[in-house]
């Protein structure tokens, strides 16, 4: 089973600062890695995964992140953020197999302050 | 619009009611999800349907009573709730039970228990 560990549940910034927000997760099978984020009054919106191939995503509005295998993380940064970043971020993980589900952290909310 | 549409999108129910939560989607999916979003607390993956047969119940409590009568509706029946059921109910579908093409979320009935 997989498992996943967002370490920061507040992370309060300026705007135009950099931001990173940390994902760990466990596995015993190979992953796929998501990050997924959740504006006030919505639903959760995919904001880019890590499937295979090269280890650095990136999302269309300028957030990337990198794959760690051997420090099993999935951490979410962003170089200048903007006050329509404030959300809540959820990192996800599945295993490869066919049927596995995601499983998702607890959240991180992201407050981007003027 | 994500493509999965929730309705109501607000709830208040006394605990004697009964009421139901529907979800539609129109993007082909063959799964679908019903989450539970309490404030401070993970996603609660409460019920999967794949082809519109119930391939999981996290030991969800009787008072909530899915329905999917087809790959395209989801309903959950909700009758003597408590208070601490009020929360936000995401609904989520896939193309299938493989997360690699990930989840789409409706925005949500926002559901209060008084």
């Known amino acids: 089973a997989q498992s996943v560990t967002q370490l920061d549940s507040q992370v309060p910034v300026f705007e135009e600062a950099p931001v990173e927000l940390r994902c760990n997760y466990s596995?015993?099978?190979?992953?796929?890695l998501f990050w997924y984020v959740q504006y006030p009054n919505q639903g959760l919106q995919l904001l880019l995964k890590y499937l295979s191939g090269s280890t650095l995503v990136e999302s269309i509005n300028g957030f990337e992140a990198e794959f760690n295998k051997s420090q099993t993380s999935f951490h979410l940064r962003k170089p200048s953020v903007h006050i329509s970043d404030t959300a809540e971020y959820f990192c996800?993980?599945?295993?490869?197999?066919?049927?596995?589900?995601?499983?998702f952290g607890k959240g991180t909310k992201l407050t981007v302050n003027p | 619009e994500t493509g999965v549409t929730q309705t109501p999108r607000h709830l208040v129910m006394g605990m004697t009611n009964k009421k139901s939560l529907k979800c539609e989607q129109h993007l082909g999916h063959n799964a679908m999800y019903w989450y539970k979003q309490s404030a401070k607390k993970p996603l609660e993956l409460m019920f999967v349907y794949n082809f519109k047969e119930q391939t999981e119940n996290n030991s969800v409590p009787s008072r909530f009573s899915p329905e999917c009568p087809n790959s395209s509706h989801l309903f959950l029946h909700l009758h003597t709730l408590q208070p601490e059921d009020s929360a936000l109910y995401l609904c989520?579908?896939?193309?299938?039970?493989?997360?690699?093409?990930?989840?789409?979320f409706g925005s949500g009935t926002r559901l209060t228990v008084v």
């Open positions: 989520a579908s896939s193309q299938d039970m493989a997360a690699i093409s990930g989840y789409t």
């Open positions: 996800a993980v599945s295993g490869r197999r066919g049927s596995e589900k995601l499983v």
């Open positions: 596995s015993s099978v190979s992953v796929y």
